[in-house]
T-cell receptor, first 112, second 111 residues
Framework: QKEVEQNSGPLSVPEGAIASLNCTYS??????FFWYRQYSGKSPELIMF????GDKEDGRFTAQLNKASQYVSLLIRDSQPSDSATYLC????????????FGDGTTLTVKP | DAGITQSPRHKVTETGTPVTLRCHQT?????MYWYRQDPGHGLRLIHY???????DKGEVSDGYSVSRSKTEDFLLTLESATSSQTSVYFC??????????FGPGTRLTVL
């Protein structure tokens, strides 16, 4: 079993819809969780982080964390074609230990 | 972009030759990382550093070595490049060991 698993994708949604990206992790001691966006041919960029159970909202993005079920999700509301990218989930077991484990990513396409 | 540069940005080399990739930061962040990214494998950690001269292995460290003699520079060396090391290499930095900021990447081809 991989330490961090994401929806296999690709995921396609129409413009204006809600895109839901899911990630599960195996280490119950995981403490911090990140979502990165990577456009084709570019480097990953951080878009959200969450440390506590519940929801965290930032503009059109909402990160959801459920430590009991060991999953973290990213919701993108009012999806735009510019949201088309690969989304990477990353998990740190110890927040200050410096190591993140990344999932393989989910590719999202938003169709106009 | 955070102040991270990688050099070279592209390199083609032959099997068996040594290769060194450089990551340079101007942010004075404590942590630095080297990842490789291959289709279907996401980002895999090669080595990372938590301070000058302090480094540790990641999940795919075989065939790679690193050095960090100054806060701003983190070097990745392939002692004898193999075709399996053809990949895109990303450097990343982090101030506190949590969120990371990535460099532009180096595309390495080993023939």
């Amino acid at each position: 079993q991989k330490e961090v698993e994401q929806n296999s994708g690709p995921l396609s949604v129409p413009e204006g819809a809600i895109a839901s990206l899911n990630c599960t992790y195996s280490d119950r001691g995981s403490q911090s969780f990140f979502w990165y966006r990577q456009y084709s041919g570019k480097s990953p960029e951080l878009i959200m982080f969450i440390y506590s159970n519940g929801d965290k909202e930032d503009g059109r993005f909402t990160a959801q964390l459920n430590k009991a079920s060991q999953y973290v999700s990213l919701l993108i509301r009012d999806s735009q074609p510019s949201d088309s990218a690969t989304y990477l989930c990353a998990v740190n077991v110890n927040t200050n230990a410096g190591k993140s484990t990344f999932g393989d990513g989910t590719t999202l396409t938003v169709k106009p | 972009d955070a102040g991270i540069t990688q050099s070279p940005r592209h390199k083609v080399t032959e099997t068996g030759t040594p290769v060194t990739l450089r990551c340079h930061q101007t942010e004075n962040h404590r942590y630095m990382y080297w990842y490789r990214q291959d289709p279907g494998h996401g980002l895999r950690l090669i080595h990372y550093s938590y301070g000058v001269k302090d480094t540790d292995k990641g999940e795919v460290s075989d065939g790679y070595s690193v050095s960090r003699s100054k806060t701003e520079d983190f070097l990745l060396t392939l002692e004898s490049a193999t075709s399996s090391q053809t990949s895109v290499y990303f450097c990343a930095i982090s101030e506190g060991g949590d969120e990371q900021f990535f460099g532009p990447g180096t595309r390495l081809t080993v023939l």
